[in-house]
């Protein structure tokens, strides 16, 4: 690709996971009678809670560490767990916010060419996997941004990491 | 020590047994003599007393090798010779076995993993040296779910940092065009059914290329597309007597599996012979339909490289802007053609055959299922104030709160009831 092509690729992102403590012991069962929304899973032992605005669905354990799902931004992830800690505040649990990070972002991108993948494995060979019989996908793996690619003949790609 | 033996010369009753290497004897301790000599060689009935000591039991080999390890290494060694591997194959997947059980993740796997690793390590060592192998057929051999295979093998193909090469299509079909049980009359083969091996494989391999360049392989499990070829070509080499037989019945007749997608696979591939033989001015004016133009296969394969060519780059116009449209924002086809060639192949644009314009996967073809609505821009800074009200809407009222707690309690009731203990 040129550096001065003129084809924008519109990357868009659809999913960024996160995690953060509420340094307190969390009473699932009073989360589930008291709270609205909430599906409790008593034989893993979490509560999924999913938020309206933004987007979220929350897994909440006893420890008190909770993973956020859903969201499409950073921001987002950010603005929908405090929105869920604060909740959690007025149901009656000491929160506190904090080891707010992201772990993981899913961004899908569309290239405006097909690519016909065995080629591409074989140019490619130590970053690039590719098993038709299991995933219609070349799996590209770059070690130093902890990125993996999901790469289709049709020119979508899927970036997680 | 003995008791009662004399010696003959000095009449001492000093005899000791001692051996002569190998042989035993009786000798007089005083002055030497020997007195009685025991049997050099043996005799089979005595050998059949001996016990060999196996190389492995000798060097303690064994000892170091847990049980499950040394069942493990010995299902790698069947799995082989069932598959009849050469020897050198046997040894390479042994040691890739030894070598995925010093990790601790897979000696604490539990027992069906490591039957699956047995099919694994087989199947990297075959891939390592193009031996046409799939993963459908391990798993039928080691009766395992494909889903636990799948997680297995990429996970020991991480683990042991190894470079699978991708299957060979050519070799696949040779190998799998041979299982097909068509080669010879028998009572579940009729005589019109019959083929010769070396001609339909040469015009499956041609057909499976013709699939490969028009996109219908990539991305998608190979053992439809090359079921489907060999039924085109088994179908073209005798039209009259083979055309009334469906593609069921024909892996029927051959003793082969049919695959699921294979039928789509069909339907594909008629549809690019069709496209192809438009090219043609002598079937131009017959008319083809999909049934029809099986008989006129050989001369299509035959021409295959210009007519796909031509097929796909001189299409009609309302077909031309059908197709814009899945692509979206993206460049026109001539700038797609230049990036297929610079992208993803990474030669030079004038050596990679051009590709033609309007030749897209099958998937790109169709319609859209939903149309993706653009993202709505988002002003959220993550640090905003949350107020009050925005929370209450995730909390229940206490009044919610005992309604939620009598229904409950009634369904817990109702099903003491149902069930009564």
């Known amino acids: 690709m040129d550096a001065d092509s003129d084809v924008a690729l519109d990357i868009l992102i659809t999913n960024v996971v996160c995690v953060f403590r509420t340094r307190c012991h969390l009473n699932l069962r009073k989360i589930a009678l008291e709270g609205a929304n909430v599906i409790y899973k008593r034989d893993v032992g979490k509560v999924l809670m999913k938020l309206r605005k933004p987007r979220i669905t929350a897994t909440i354990w006893s420890s008190g560490k909770i993973i956020c799902t859903g969201a499409t931004s950073e921001e987002e992830a950010k603005f929908g767990a405090r929105r869920l800690a604060r909740s959690l505040q007025k149901l009656g649990f000491q929160v506190i916010f904090t080891d707010f990070k992201v772990v993981n972002v899913l961004a899908v991108c569309n290239m405006p060419f097909e690519i016909r993948l065995p080629e591409f494995t074989k140019n490619n060979r130590p970053h690039a996997s590719y098993e038709p019989e299991l995933h219609p996908a070349v799996c590209y793996r770059i070690k130093s941004l902890r990125a993996t690619l999901q790469i289709f003949s049709t020119g979508s790609i899927t970036v997680t990491g | ?421």
């Open chain 2, 1 to 421: 020590m003995p008791g009662g033996g004399h010696c003959p010369d000095c009449g001492s009753t000093e005899l000791v047994e001692d051996s002569h290497y190998s042989q035993s004897q009786l000798v007089c301790s005083d002055c030497g003599c020997v007195v009685t000599e025991g049997v050099l060689t043996t005799t089979f009935s005595d050998e059949g007393n001996l016990r060999e000591v196996t190389y492995s039991r000798s060097t303690g080999e064994n000892d170091q090798v847990s049980r499950s390890q040394q069942r493990g290494l010995r299902r790698v060694r069947d799995l082989c010779r069932v598959l009849q591997l050469p020897s050198t194959f046997e040894d390479t997947a042994v040691a890739y076995y030894q070598q995925a059980y010093r990790h601790s993740g897979i000696r604490a796997a539990r027992l069906q993993k490591k039957e699956v690793l047995v099919g694994c390590c087989v199947l990297i060592t075959c891939r390592q040296h193009n031996w046409p192998l799939t993963m459908g057929t391990i798993c039928t051999l080691l009766y395992a779910d494909l889903d636990v295979f799948s997680g297995t093998y990429m996970q020991i193909v991480k683990l042991l940092g190894l470079d699978v090469p991708s299957l060979c299509l050519a070799d696949l079909v040779k190998t799998y065009c041979s299982s097909f049980r068509l080669f010879q009359a028998s009572p579940s083969v009729p005589a019109t059914y019959v083929e010769d091996k070396e001609k339909m494989l040469s015009r499956t391999l041609q057909l499976v290329e013709l699939a490969d360049e028009t996109w219908l392989v990539t991305g998608r499990h190979p053992l439809p597309v090359i079921t489907a070829a060999t039924f085109l070509a088994w179908q073209s080499l005798r039209p009259a007597h083979r055309l009334t037989c469906s593609l069921a019945r024909f892996c029927k007749v051959a003793n082969v599996e049919l695959p699921c997608p294979a039928a789509s696979r069909l339907q594909e591939l008629l549809a690019v012979l069709l496209r192809m033989a438009e090219q043609l001015a002598w079937l131009r004016v017959l008319q083809l339909d999909k049934r029809s133009v099986v008989k006129h296969i050989g001369d299509l394969l035959q021409h295959r490289h210009t007519l796909v060519r031509e097929a796909f780059r001189e299409g009609p116009v309302g077909l031309e802007a059908g197709e814009e449209e899945p692509r979206g924002q993206c460049g026109g086809p001539g700038q797609g053609k230049e990036e297929v060639a610079s992208g993803s192949c990474g030669l030079p644009v004038g050596k990679r055959p051009a590709s033609p314009a309007l030749l897209l996967p099958p998937c790109m073809l169709k319609p859209p299922k939903r149309a993706c609505p653009p993202p709505p821009v988002s002003t959220v800074t993550g640090d905003e104030n949350i107020s009050d009200s925005e929370i209450e809407q995730y909390l229940r009222t206490p009044q919610e709160v005992k309604d939620f707690e009598k229904a409950q309690a009634a369904r817990q009731d109702a099903r003491s009831v149902s069930n009564p203990p």
